[in-house]
C-alpha cells in the first residue's frame, strides 16, 4: 500500500504520502516525491555486505523512523533507542529478510515493536492492544462544521506540527499506534493486524474511531468560523 | 442508508474499498444529507493533513549518535567475517 492513500471511488483520484503527492489533473508524481524503486538493489547490496548500502538506507528512514517513535512513544530519548535499535537490529537480521514486503515495511514492524516495548515497560498497567474499546468517548457526530478547502494553510508548518504532535499524543497508545502504521506510514490492515497481534476486524474499527477522534480534535483549530 | 450506516462505512469508502452497490448507496446518502457530507469530508482532511506532515527534524546530535552505534557495529561485523 502507498503511503496516505486515500482512494475515494467517484472523487479524483488523490494519492497523499510524506513525499508524494499525484492530483487528478497531474497524475504524473512529483520527481522529488516518488519513492525510490532502488531499495530492493540497496537491500541486496547491504546483504552482500556493502556498508554504504545500508547506510544509504539509514540515511532515507532515519527521519521517518524518528517521527514514529516520537509519535508512539511521545518521549524523544526513547524515540532515539527506538530508531536506533530498529537500525542496528535491521542490520543485525537482514539474512532473515526475504524480500516479501518492502524494507521500510519490515523495519517500521521492529521499530513499533520496539517502541510497543518502551510503553510497556514505562505504563505496564496502561498499555494494553487487547483492551476493549468502551462506548463512552464515542466521537462520533459531535461538532459538525466544515473545515473549508485548506484549513491547515492557516497555521504555519511549525505550529501546525505542534498542533498535530498534541493531539495525537492525547490519544491511547492503542488508537495512536493503528493510525499511525496504516494512514501515516501506510502499512496494510492485515500487516498492521500481524505488527500489533490483534484481529483485522480489530484494526479496522480502531482505525475509524481514531480517525473520527482525531477529526474531532482537529475541528476547534480547523472550524470554518475559526477562521472569520 | 441511514447516517450510522455512513459512519460505520466511512473507513472502507476513503480507502476506496467499499463494494460499489455500497458505495453507491453511500453517495446517494452524501447528496442529500449535509452533515455526513462534512463528516466525510473533514475526516478525510484530518487524513490528508497528517500525511502531508513533514517528519519532525532529526537532531544532529541523536543523528549523530545513532551513525556512530551503526559504525561500530560494522566494524564488529567486519572483524567477526
Given at each position: 500500500m502507498v503511503p496516505c492513500q486515500l482512494s475515494v471511488a467517484g472523487s479524483p483520484q488523490l494519492t497523499l504520502g510524506a513525499r508524494r503527492i499525484v492530483s487528478a489533473t497531474d497524475p504524473k508524481p512529483l520527481a522529488s516525491t516518488i519513492v525510490r524503486d532502488d531499495?530492493?538493489?540497496?537491500?541486496?547490496?547491504?546483504?552482500?555486505?556493502?556498508?554504504?548500502?545500508f547506510e544509504e538506507l539509514v540515511n532515507r528512514y532515519e527521519r521517518?523512523?524518528?517521527?514514529?517513535?516520537?509519535?508512539?512513544?511521545?518521549?524523544?530519548?526513547?524515540?532515539?533507542?527506538?530508531?536506533?535499535?530498529?537500525?542496528?537490529?535491521?542490520?543485525?537480521?537482514?539474512?532473515?529478510?526475504?524480500?516479501?514486503?518492502r524494507f521500510y515495511t519490515w523495519l517500521v514492524r521492529i521499530a513499533v515493536n520496539e517502541a510497543l516495548m518502551k510503553l510497556r515497560k514505562r505504563r505496564p498497567n496502561q498499555v494494553s492492544l487487547d483492551e476493549p474499546l468502551t462506548e463512552a468517548?464515542?466521537?462520533?457526530?459531535?461538532?459538525?462544521?466544515?473545515w473549508g478547502p485548506s484549513p491547515e494553510q492557516r497555521f504555519a508548518q511549525t505550529e501546525l506540527n505542534e498542533i498535530l504532535t498534541q493531539v495525537i499524543g492525547e490519544l491511547d497508545p492503542i488508537f495512536r499506534v493503528v493510525f499511525l502504521l496504516r494512514d501515516v506510514e501506510g502499512i496494510s490492515t492485515?500487516?498492521?493486524?500481524?505488527?500489533?497481534?490483534?484481529?483485522?476486524?480489530?484494526?479496522?474499527?480502531?482505525?475509524?474511531?481514531?480517525?473520527?477522534?482525531?477529526?474531532?480534535?482537529?475541528?476547534?483549530?480547523?472550524?470554518?468560523?475559526?477562521?472569520? | 442508508m441511514n447516517c450510522k450506516k455512513v459512519i460505520l462505512e466511512l473507513t472502507s469508502y476513503?480507502?476506496?474499498?467499499?463494494?460499489?452497490?455500497v458505495r453507491i448507496d453511500l453517495e446517494?446518502?452524501?447528496?442529500?444529507?449535509?452533515?455526513?457530507?462534512?463528516?466525510?469530508?473533514?475526516?478525510?482532511?484530518?487524513?490528508?493533513?497528517?500525511?502531508?506532515?513533514?517528519?519532525?527534524?532529526?537532531?544532529?546530535?541523536?543523528?549523530?549518535?545513532?551513525?556512530?552505534?551503526?559504525?561500530?557495529?560494522?566494524?564488529?561485523?567486519?572483524?567477526?567475517?
Open positions: 531499495e530492493a538493489q540497496l537491500v541486496s547490496a547491504a546483504k552482500a555486505g556493502d556498508v554504504s548500502a521517518k523512523i524518528f517521527r514514529l517513535g516520537m509519535n508512539i512513544t511521545q518521549n524523544r530519548e526513547d524515540a532515539e533507542d527506538v530508531m536506533q535499535d530498529a537500525f542496528l537490529k535491521s542490520f543485525q537480521n537482514l539474512d532473515r529478510f526475504q524480500g516479501d514486503s468517548d464515542d466521537p462520533i457526530f459531535r461538532e459538525i462544521e466544515d492485515e500487516e498492521t493486524a500481524q505488527v500489533l497481534g490483534i484481529s483485522v476486524a480489530a484494526v479496522k474499527s480502531r482505525l475509524l474511531r481514531t480517525r473520527l477522534k482525531l477529526r474531532q480534535k482537529l475541528n476547534k483549530y480547523f472550524r470554518r468560523s475559526e477562521s472569520q | 476513503l480507502d476506496g474499498v467499499l463494494d460499489a452497490s446517494q446518502h452524501l447528496a442529500r444529507c449535509s452533515d455526513c457530507r462534512v463528516v466525510v469530508d473533514t475526516t478525510r482532511k484530518t487524513i490528508q493533513i497528517f500525511c502531508n506532515s513533514e517528519p519532525v527534524p532529526l537532531p544532529d546530535d541523536v543523528r549523530e549518535r545513532l551513525h556512530t552505534a551503526l559504525l561500530e557495529r560494522f566494524r564488529r561485523n567486519s572483524k567477526t567475517i
